[in-house]
């Protein structure tokens, strides 16, 4: 049985915004719904209600109403399933990132706008969205759910990262990546079986994510049992930071794992690698010294390898 693409409801004025979210639709295998009328509160509610839509693109600019009170007004929920609201910047009018959040928005995307960056975004909120859905008590009727499969792979990253390094090699700014492996993950799944590997998995990718605060920030799943999180514009101290608050945060999940030889609860491990992009090689050379930085990180009292590098 086919699942039914996702359904997008963009909601802004700007004929070239939606037309660049209709190319991206038909790219993605997304239905996008764009209302154009952006002056009448009711009738957005009503299509929102018709449209049944997964998630909400939300323009900063309006022409009549003021799109962070619109927010505030817009239905939390639809059919006891979240919906996640997504600002979208435009040429104008760039996101208040603080406003964003505090009405209640759950991202956002700045304009111009990068392909691989709205697959990510629009895809993880999808995918939260589905462990939402999987955590509440009652999931029965949600056993063929899989949250895993709309979070960005190995595939979106390397587009994004071959972005970045054209971007960062012009501009002289760092890029780093972590890579970040759940230790003992495959025993964890062989005890309590896939679907609470899943739901694991699927929950420390919540807090891994929750921990980046940059709009650049981008996480996909790499292998079964890894995330690869990459920092533009991210130097090796920021990033030792930010991974630090994640084993922190992982570790405060208490996830029962017997079978952790060190800690009977979910543990990660973070690799860590750090330079400024040249065109004298590629973001491969990225990959091998993540990869090795993790290997390390594995014997690493505190469970963080940086592998930083300067010309």
Not at 50 to 78: G, M
Not at 128 to 141: F, G, Q, R, Y
Request: charged content about 15%; aromatic content about 8%; some cysteine.
């Amino acid at each position: 049985m086919l699942t039914p693409a996702p359904v997008l409801f963009l909601i802004t004025a700007d004929a070239s915004i939606a037309a660049w979210f209709q190319q991206f639709s038909q790219t993605q295998n997304y239905q996008l719904h764009w209302c154009a009328s952006v002056d009448d509160i009711p009738a957005i509610a009503a299509a929102i209600a018709t449209r049944l839509p997964a998630l909400i693109l939300l323009a900063t600019e309006l022409p009549t109403l003021d799109s962070y009170h619109l927010c505030t007004v817009l239905p939390p929920a639809i059919q006891n399933r979240p919906l996640p609201v997504l600002f979208v910047g435009t040429p104008t009018r760039p996101c208040d990132r603080e406003r964003v959040f505090a009405v209640g928005g759950a991202d956002y995307l700045e304009y111009p706008f990068y392909e691989a960056e709205a697959i990510a975004r629009l895809t993880l909120q999808l995918r939260l969205m589905t462990i939402a859905v999987l955590t509440e008590p009652n999931d029965d009727n949600d056993a063929d759910l899989d949250p895993i499969k709309t979070l960005p792979n190995s595939q979106t990253m390397t587009q994004y990262l071959i972005e970045q390094w054209d971007l960062l090699t012009h501009q002289a700014l760092p890029l780093t990546l972590l890579l970040c492996q759940i230790n003992e993950f495959m025993a964890y799944e062989e005890s309590y079986g896939f679907r609470a590997g899943q739901r694991c998995f699927g929950q420390v990718g919540q807090h891994l994510y929750a921990t980046l605060t940059d709009i650049h920030h981008f996480l996909a799943r790499y292998r079964e049992d890894q995330f690869m999180i990459a920092l533009p514009q991210c130097r090796a101290d920021a990033a030792i930071a930010i991974a630090h608050t994640m084993t922190q945060r992982i570790q405060a999940l208490q996830i029962n794992h017997p079978r952790q030889a060190a800690t009977p609860i979910i543990t990660i491990s973070i690799g860590i690698a750090s330079l400024i992009p040249r065109r004298t090689f590629s973001y491969e050379v990225m990959l091998r010294a993540v990869e090795a930085a993790l290997n390390e990180a594995h014997s690493q009292p505190q469970k963080v390898c940086l592998k930083a590098f300067q010309d």
